[in-house]
């Protein structure tokens, strides 16, 4: 299958895509990232584990200057991007599927889709956009007229990650994908993960639930009370005791 395909020149296989150095973020006084350290090679899926406020989501929102950092450096394809403005990161090929969707509810499916397109904004690219869209996600290619509020909450979070496909991202940020989803949904959408990936889209992905996580992506960051607690291959913390008495129930 062909997903949207970054527009941009490809980086070398495993060259660093991403790459966050000793990442300090507070709130009113209060630190929550105390000096993260990570990096997302081209074509990977990582993932970023760990318990309720341990500063996942604030990694994330940070890359795309949603929170501004007390310090450290941020660099996408080798150049900095602290600072930057949101819309020229998007731009620039980085797009974010925030935790809740945050779809536009009384605005239909393509509605929305076209929103997600709007650095891209002729029709011929929109159009193969579209296509691949469906061709991930046949639901929602059977709903394009609905109210997007009027979605199940999988078909939400399948038009979530489609919308932030639109912009033809290199690097995909996905926050919690499988919250508030039901088990069989959650499948489909860590399947279409997956597709995205095979086509060309590196993937930094932040999930609670540690199992899928773990299952879908090549590496694995553990984030405890805003720090790295521990990284490596995903097979190899999978098989951790201290993270399955953690995190897998073991």
Not at 61 to 74: F, M, N, R
Not at 93 to 116: M, Y
Not at 131 to 136: S, T
């Amino acid at each position: 299958m062909r997903v949207a395909h970054p527009h941009r020149a490809p980086t070398a296989p495993n060259e660093s895509l991403l790459e966050i150095t000793d990442l300090r973020v507070s709130y009113g006084g209060i630190a929550a990232l105390k000096g993260v350290s990570l990096r997302v090679g081209s074509g990977e899926i990582v993932a970023m584990i760990g318990a309720n406020g341990a500063g996942k989501t604030t990694t994330l929102k940070s890359i795309v200057s949603l929170l501004p950092i007390a310090d450290g450096a941020i660099t996408f394809a080798g150049k900095s991007i602290v600072g930057a403005a949101t819309e020229d990161l998007v731009e620039a090929g980085i797009s974010l599927v925030p935790e809740g969707r945050a779809i536009f509810p009384t605005l239909t499916v393509l509605e929305n889709l076209e929103l997600g397109a709007y650095v891209h904004r002729d029709k011929k690219t929109m159009r193969e956009s579209l296509e691949d869209i469906v061709r991930l996600f046949p639901r929602l290619g059977e709903r394009v007229k609905q109210e997007a509020g009027t979605l199940s909450g999988g078909e939400q979070q399948m038009l979530a990650i489609s919308r932030a496909l639109m912009a033809r991202p290199s690097l995909l940020l996905l926050d919690e994908p499988s919250l508030g989803i039901a088990p069989k949904l959650v499948q489909q959408i860590f399947v279409a993960i997956s597709q995205i990936a095979a086509a060309g889209v590196t993937i930094l992905l932040v999930e609670q639930n540690t199992r899928v996580a773990l299952k879908a992506s090549h590496r694995a960051y553990v984030l405890r009370t805003g720090e790295i607690a521990k990284s490596g291959r995903s097979p190899d913390l999978a098989a951790d005791p201290e993270i399955q008495a953690a995190y897998l129930g073991g």
